[in-house]
């Protein structure tokens, strides 16, 4: 799709298959989803120049998002990313602006641990809040940063 | 194959004529898309029961949250001003929103997510209609939800 | 002097009951008697009240002269939940809808003859 984007009409996936030939499941009831790349800047002034200057010491990176669990109903989805919050999996996700597998989409991709919650607000559905914060994984002996992909 | 809209309003006619018998007026209500009453008609209680909006708004990127609102509307014309049969028809309006909200009755799949009378106004009887009709009109709004 | 508007009203009045009439019974609901009375029929407006629905109504105004409605030689007013009875028809003394109007006014400025709007109830 060529323009902006609504929220709804963006994907979310998770990798069932390996670092290097990923296989892309949808996560299909996810509500609202926000990313944040935090920097953390390290000042570097000198008398040589009035202007306080940074520089970028550090970048983190915490993807959060909601899920629609449906009660009774069988969700493979759910039960896979609620056990990563659970415990310490290391699981890649790609934020992806359309279709993964359609050209043109934008995606983030990166290794991520979980932490959850879950809120059940009295005049609406009740919604499972996970996050996701980009966790320290290697490859073959090469780290695994997060990289953009346009397909 | 109904769509839920349909089967919901028909279901709470059903659920309102069999719970009836057991509150201050025994009525058969019934299930209608317009609901029409000639006035010489209305001296007996009429109850009336209609779709009345339906809405949708994504819930999650794969749900849409679909939310119908019932009308029950409740008629009945006195020779008279009478307080006593309008204090049993009041009752009759405590007796059907009481109802669905002890029950949470979950009606076609859909759950029961708020309860209003006359709408915008919220009055729980028409007050014109009392000086202008000798008519008790009361309209209850039962608020349904389903995820689809 | 003469009140000329005084008299044209009475003459109205009188004409209405004499020659543009019929036979009509009208209950008194406060003194809870019927009467016999002549009354001039209106159009019958036939009216849909949207509260809830499609609410049909026929509605009809009388003309009936001050002097037609006694009880045993009193006057009285035109009132809420009177009735009058024309053949099999029943029509209720109602204020008009929209709290437009009470239930009956006078037909002119001096009394000689009233407009009683009614909302028929049986047929």
């Known amino acids: 799709m060529a323009g902006p984007v609504p929220g709804r009409e963006c994907k979310l996936y998770y990798n069932t298959g390996t670092f290097g030939s990923p296989s892309w499941t949808l996560i299909p009831q996810v509500v609202d989803l926000d990313y944040d790349m935090p920097a953390t800047w390290a000042a570097v002034p000198a008398r040589i120049s009035l202007w306080n200057f940074e520089v970028k010491a550090l970048q983190g990176l915490v993807v959060n998002f909601g899920y629609r669990r449906r009660s009774g109903v069988s969700d493979a989805v759910f039960t896979a990313i609620d056990g990563y919050a659970i415990d310490t999996t290391k699981k890649e996700l790609a934020v992806a602006d359309g279709a993964i597998a359609s050209t043109g989409t934008r995606y983030l991709r990166g290794t991520y641990q979980f932490e959850k919650g879950r809120s059940e607000p009295i005049g609406d559905a009740a919604i499972d809040n996970f996050s996701a914060h980009l966790t320290y994984e290697e490859d073959s002996g090469t780290l695994r940063e997060p990289t953009v992909v346009v397909v | ?148 | 002097m003469s009140d000329l508007m005084a008299d044209g009203a009475s003459f109205v009045a009188e004409q209405l009951t004499e020659n543009l009439s019929r036979t009509v019974s009208y209950y008194d609901a406060s003194a809870a008697q019927t009467i016999t009375v002549q009354a001039t029929k209106c159009p019958v407006k036939r009216g849909i009240d949207p509260e809830f629905g499609v609410l049909r109504i026929n509605e009809c105004d009388w003309l009936i002269a001050a002097s037609e409605l006694a009880i045993n030689g009193t006057a009285f007013e035109p009132a809420k939940d009177d009735k009058v009875t024309d053949g099999t028809e029943v029509w209720q003394c109602l204020p008009l809808d929209g709290n437009a109007e009470q239930e009956a006014r006078p037909l002119d400025p001096f009394g000689y003859a009233w407009r009683v709007h009614t909302k028929r109830i049986d047929v």
């Open chain 2, 1 to 148: 194959m109904a769509a839920v809209i349909q089967t919901l309003r028909d279901e709470v006619a059903s659920t309102l004529t069999t719970q009836s018998a057991g509150w201050a007026y025994t009525f058969s209500a019934v299930a209608k898309f317009q609901p029409k009453f000639d006035f010489e008609d209305v001296d007996s209680l009429q109850v009336q029961v209609v779709p009345l909006t339906w809405s949708k708004a994504p819930s999650s990127r794969d749900l849409w949250e679909h939310e119908y609102v019932i009308g029950v509307g409740i008629h009945r014309r006195l020779a008279a001003l009478d307080t006593t049969i309008f204090n049993n028809l009041l009752q009759l309006c405590e007796q059907i929103s009481d109802y669905y909200e002890d029950n949470r009755a979950t009606t076609s799949d859909c759950v029961l997510m708020g309860i209003e009378f006359g709408g915008a106004t919220g009055a729980p009887y028409n007050h014109e209609t009392i000086e202008t009709q000798n008519t008790f009109t009361s309209v209850i709004q039962l608020t349904f939800r389903k995820y689809r």
